[in-house]
């Protein structure tokens, strides 16, 4: 699916300017727009800029269906005929009014500079789910299976019997086995394959974080292609800068 719009008349110091649209293929997305401005000074260095395809519904929902940061912008500068192929995450179902988002790193949070909404609503259709019944092997008739709670064992009257010396000694206390994978991924030490564990890390994301070594802050991690301020806030939470 496919879509195209043209960016409103905002007099902002940081906009989008010109058309801008999207195309989803599969699991991937490619927006395509063709400026992205700063207004302000010359001397005047924007924050880390962030642009995010979002998605709202009636009901009040919001979902981040694609992001990435693009870096700082001079002012009286701009960016022109801009790609960016980034890891598609489809809504729930239901009717969404998309817009392209322009966000800006303020020190604590990513703050909304500019927003341009698409005209043609994104829909995605509600899909069931088929639970197959259990087939008995003899009747080969759909029925539904009923599990049996197991019935409690009645325990037998054991005698008692005169306690030896091997009984009276004291007995060692069992230790208990740690837990495995109760530590965090190190950004900086940690091999490929365990950044690619991380539930949410896409591998390509592993891979470039694994090659641009080493990172000495979070917010140089959203330097990653692919990697979005949502997708960081899930990850911190397995994850470790050392």
């Given at each position: 699916?496919?879509?195209?719009?043209?960016?409103?008349?905002?007099?902002?110091?940081?906009?989008?300017?010109?058309?801008?649209?999207?195309?989803?293929?599969?699991?991937?997305?490619?927006?395509?727009?063709?400026?992205?401005?700063?207004?302000?000074?010359?001397?005047?260095?924007?924050?880390?800029?962030?642009?995010?395809?979002?998605?709202?519904?009636?009901?009040?929902?919001?979902?981040?269906?694609?992001?990435?940061?693009?870096?700082?912008?001079?002012?009286?500068?701009?960016?022109?005929?801009?790609?960016?192929?980034?890891?598609?995450?489809?809504?729930?179902?239901?009717?969404?009014?998309?817009?392209?988002?322009?966000?800006?790193?303020?020190?604590?949070?990513?703050?909304?500079?500019?927003?341009?909404?698409?005209?043609?609503?994104?829909?995605?259709?509600?899909?069931?789910?088929?639970?197959?019944?259990?087939?008995?092997?003899?009747?080969?008739?759909?029925?539904?299976?009923?599990?049996?709670?197991?019935?409690?064992?009645?325990?037998?009257?054991?005698?008692?019997?005169?306690?030896?010396?091997?009984?009276?000694?004291?007995?060692?206390?069992?230790?208990?086995?740690?837990?495995?994978?109760?530590?965090?991924?190190?950004?900086?030490?940690?091999?490929?394959?365990?950044?690619?564990?991380?539930?949410?890390?896409?591998?390509?994301?592993?891979?470039e974080i694994v090659e641009k070594r080493p990172h000495t802050s979070w917010e140089a991690?959203?330097?990653?292609?692919?990697?979005?301020?949502?997708?960081?806030?899930?990850?911190?939470?397995?994850?470790?800068?050392?």
């Amino acid at each position: 699916m496919s879509a195209i719009a043209h960016s409103l008349t905002l007099k902002k110091d940081l906009s989008f300017n010109g058309s801008y649209g999207f195309r989803v293929h599969g699991d991937r997305i490619t927006l395509t727009i063709q400026q992205i401005n700063n207004h302000r000074s010359f001397d005047n260095l924007s924050g880390t800029v962030a642009i995010e395809l979002r998605g709202y519904r009636q009901d009040g929902a919001e979902a981040v269906l694609a992001s990435t940061t693009i870096g700082q912008l001079s002012g009286q500068h701009y960016l022109s005929n801009c790609e960016y192929d980034l890891i598609f995450t489809a809504p729930e179902a239901g009717q969404w009014q998309l817009a392209l988002e322009l966000r800006e790193w303020n020190g604590s949070d990513y703050e909304l500079i500019d927003s341009q909404p698409f005209d043609v609503p994104y829909v995605v259709a509600w899909q069931p789910t088929v639970v197959e019944p259990t087939v008995t092997p003899t009747t080969k008739e759909k029925v539904v299976s009923i599990e049996e709670a197991p019935a409690t064992p009645v325990s037998k009257p054991v005698k008692s019997k005169k306690p030896t010396e091997q009984d009276k000694a004291p007995k060692a206390k069992k230790t208990a086995p740690e837990k495995e994978g109760s530590g965090l991924i190190s950004i900086n030490q940690s091999s490929l394959e365990e950044l690619a564990s991380v539930k949410g890390m896409p591998k390509k994301v592993a891979k470039e974080i694994v090659e641009k070594r080493p990172h000495t802050s979070w917010e140089a991690l959203l330097k990653i292609k692919g990697m979005g301020p949502r997708m960081l806030k899930k990850l911190k939470k397995a994850l470790k800068l050392d």
